[in-house]
Structures are given as C-alpha cells and as structure tokens.
C-alpha cells in the first residue's frame, strides 16, 4: 500500500501539465503566444493541446507523450526529423554541390539506385538497401507536399513556375531509361510546406518542413 501511494504521488509531482504546445519548439505555450496565435487565426497550425503525460506511459496513438520533457515531438504535423541541419542555396535555393556545381537531377538518382525490374550491381545493391529506403520514404520522410504539387501547383514545369518560389520542377534526362521515348523531360515538384509558411516560426531561421507522420506509425 505504501509503494502504490509513493508512485502515486512520484507521478502526480512529475505528470506533464495538460494544455497548449509549440508544434515546432515542443515546449508549452506561454499566454502570449497563444494571444498572438490566435489573432493570426494559427492556433491549429502551430500548436497542439496535450492532455497530462504521465512517466513511462509511451508513446500515444498521434505521437505525444514519445519524448517526457517535450510531449509534442514525434507527433504528426511536427518537424521533419533531421540528423543534420537544413542546407540551401542563395535565397533558400536548392544548394550547389562542394564544386559549386548543380546537383544531379533528382530523377536521376531515383533510376540510378532505385531501379525496376533490374539491379546492375547485386554486391553493394542488394534488397537490405531497398528496404532501407522504402522505410526513409513511407516512414519517416512523408512530408506535407504532395496535395500541393499534385493538386494547387500543378504549373510548376511550365513558364508560370519560373515565377513561383514554391516550384522545384525536376528535370528528366535525354537518357533516362524509361521516359527517354517520351516527350516528357520534366515531372511537376514543389516544395514541402514548412512552419514558415504557416506563420509559426520567424523567417530568420532555416526553414523545416512539417511531417505528416508520428513516431507510432514508425513502430507498427
């Protein structure tokens, strides 16, 4: 009875308090902010309202409560999970390579080390290195972008994209091994939203995007 009323009271003194977190931060929302969120209409946007966590209780079903001292990391609509910084150009461009030339199209890459139907190289390509990056792609790296390029810019390879910051059109190469006897020599790409397009964050940090994943659906 006495070791029930000690954890009882360990976790009342060390119980998260419930109420309104910084998406981006993690750290809770001070009466401020949460004015200044609303008069921009960005309280959904920016931040989410956490119900107590408790220790050791785990990760919940929207990834809150994964991370104690920061309840909102690993939730959905949180920052894209990095291990180095963001690195851009000029401006927020993409960035050039150590040689200070462009870095090879996208495209490219993906025909190059994510083949169909063949593996040119089966020593150091083998399946472990596509599992590996189906897990980077469905699990980790699903970002808020691709209602946007699929739905509301769907312009961004044409003359009217030149003139959109959001647009990144991937270019085709003349030798790619399967659009090569097409006319197509360019996929519509935008980029994905960050908390700087949503108002949460200022513009004098780098830009992050928003993942639409939480750390439960990495474990399932």
């Known amino acids: 009875m006495y070791y029930l009323f000690t954890v009882l009271i360990f976790a009342a003194i060390c119980r998260v308090e419930s109420g309104l977190f910084d998406r981006y931060s993690g750290k809770k929302v001070e009466l401020a902010q949460a004015k200044e ?13 956490i119900k107590p966590c408790t220790p050791h ?14 309840p909102t990391r690993g939730s ?4 894209y999970l990095r291990l180095l910084k963001p690195d851009y150009g000029n401006d ?13 199209s996208a495209r490219k890459v993906r025909t190059e080390l994510h083949s169909t139907g063949r ?5 150091t390509f083998n399946v472990a290195a596509f599992h590996m990056m189906e897990f980077i792609h469905r699990d980790i790296s699903i970002m808020d972008g691709p209602l946007d390029y699929l739905k509301r810019r769907q312009y961004c390879c044409s003359k009217i994209g030149d003139k959109d910051p959001k647009c990144i059109p991937i270019r085709v190469p003349e030798d790619d091994p399967y659009l ?20 949460c964050t200022p513009e004098i940090i780098l830009p992050e995007q928003v993942s639409t ?7 399932l």
Do not use: W
């Not at 969120?37 to 309202?49: F, G, M, V």
């Not at 209780?57 to 920061?70: A, L």
């Not at 461009?93 to 090879?104: A, K, T, W, Y």
């Open 57 to 70: 209780e785990g990760s919940r079903i929207d990834g809150t409560c994964n991370n104690y001292k920061y």
């Open 119 to 123: 593996v040119e190289d089966k020593v």
């Open 213 to 219: 994943y939480s750390t439960f659906s990495y474990t």
């Open 37 to 49: 969120l609303r008069l921009k209409n960005a309280t959904e946007r920016c931040s989410i309202d």
């Open 180 to 199: 090569k006897v097409t006319d197509i020599r360019c996929l519509n790409f935008s980029r994905a939203e960050t908390f700087q397009d949503s108002g």
């Open 92 to 104: 927020r461009d993409i960035r050039m390579n150590r040689h200070g030339e462009p870095l090879p």
């Open 76 to 79: 959905a609509q949180g920052p």
